[in-house]
């Protein structure tokens, strides 16, 4: 991207979804990121499909871009490896269970004796206090744990999963901001801290709104759809051919929408004529609005929309957002290639933010399991040998090609 982080090393010995998408936006924004695996299993979103080839989907979306050292951290010549690249590291990232970090000899405490002014951060589910800080979780447990699950569906198909990582990547997003502040405090106080992210305190973030509902009305918001429970009409309408997501939020856009409708006389109504009107008679409203939208296709109705300046969006699926033109136009997706496919191409989103003071863009492929253990090692001043008798031993796995 912009080098913004060129000359910070970051070894992340995190798993599955969180850390390693933090550390893949520190990666995107030059910094040198070392994914230390297991020599055998890998992190284990390798294992998780659709696969293309040996590839993960669930890997290569938050892995691109960093060095892969295989490496058994739970034998001491791992362990022992490990505290001599945190001599070279600014920022260690792990997602330990309880007093793993500990049990490995890889807490603060031993990380901060090798390099006193380290960032070093912990992701968890639930935090580092608490009756639940040694638990794990995953996504899903969250949303549930936090109230997300009590907001989605409707209410005849309530506490439907958000059907993205939800918590993992916004941890992750987290963690990197968190990441960033420590390293601009570093340079100004020459000191290093703990960082800490979790699931829980995330999820709890993205309530803001529903605990302030709850502490204002003393009643807990119950799921609306697509519906707004404070705007009408807003949510998703059938169309001739497909849905369409209709966001109306003051009386003037109400009244370009009955233009847009050819249904001025809307306007005149008692049902409809104040948003807490169009509230209080939601079905009805919803009911004239959706014989209307049967009429027309989904593209003629975002056109007619569009000339007046009403808020709406096609509920598109994810091959017609691969074909999106205003996705072209910001160039959000970027090609990257995947070695061992037979159609190595695929589409990634790079980092959604713009930098006018340099170029745009992923910093490269996920690596393979192993790919880098020599050149990382070798960085550290391990002999060829010393490598050769590692891997013998099962403690080190270097690619194939290495």
């Not at 302030?212 to 429970?229: A, E, K, N, S």
Request: with cysteine; aromatic share 6%; hydrophobic share 40%.
């Amino acid at each position: 991207m912009t080098d913004l982080l060129t000359g910070i090393r970051v070894l992340d010995l995190s798993t599955n979804n969180a850390g390693p998408s933090a550390t893949m936006i520190l990666a995107d924004m030059g910094a040198d990121v070392i994914q230390v695996e297991h020599p055998e299993k890998g992190n284990p979103m390798r294992a998780m499909g659709p696969h293309k080839g040996e590839w993960g989907a669930y890997f290569v979306a938050v892995n691109r871009g960093k060095r892969s050292l295989a490496l058994d951290v739970s034998q001491p010549e791992g362990r022992d490896l490990i505290l001599r690249l945190v001599k070279g590291c600014d920022v260690l990232v792990e997602n330990f269970v309880g007093w793993k970090a500990t049990e490995l000899g890889l807490d603060e405490n031993a990380v901060r004796a090798v390099r006193p002014d380290i960032l070093y951060v912990s992701l968890s589910a639930y935090g580092s206090r608490g009756p639940d800080h040694e638990k794990s979780g995953f996504d899903a447990l969250l949303q549930a744990r936090t109230g997300i699950l009590s907001l989605t569906g409707g209410s005849d198909n309530p506490s439907l999963e958000v059907g993205v990582p939800l918590l993992d990547m916004g941890s992750g997003m987290w963690t990197a901001l968190g990441i960033m502040a420590g390293l601009f405090e570093r340079q100004r106080s020459g000191q290093g801290q703990r960082i800490e992210s979790s699931l829980f305190q995330t999820g709890v973030t993205w309530m803001t709104y529903p605990l302030l509902c709850r502490q204002f009305t003393g009643q807990d918001p119950v799921p609306h759809g697509t519906c707004h429970p404070a705007f009408a009409p807003y949510g998703d309408f059938p169309t001739a051919d497909s849905r369409l997501l209709i966001g109306v939020s003051t009386d003037r856009l109400f009244a370009r929408l009955c233009m847009a409708l050819e249904r001025i006389e809307w306007t005149k109504d008692s049902r409809f004529a104040t948003n807490s009107d169009r509230l209080e008679n939601r079905e009805q409203l919803g009911e004239e609005m959706a014989s209307v939208l049967k009429e027309s296709a989904t593209q003629e109705w975002v056109k007619r929309f569009d000339e007046y300046g009403v808020p709406v969006s096609p509920v598109q699926g994810v091959g017609e957002l691969l074909n999106d033109a205003q996705l072209a136009a910001m160039e959000q997706l970027q090609e990257i290639d995947l070695p061992n496919t037979e159609e190595p191409t695929v589409l990634l989103p790079r980092l959604p933010i713009e930098f006018s003071l340099g170029p745009k863009g992923i910093a490269g492929p996920p690596p393979q399991l192993g790919e880098h253990g020599r050149e990382i090692l070798t960085e550290i001043g391990l002999s060829d040998g010393e490598m050769n008798s590692l891997v013998l031993r099962g403690i080190l796995r270097i690619a194939p090609d290495q």
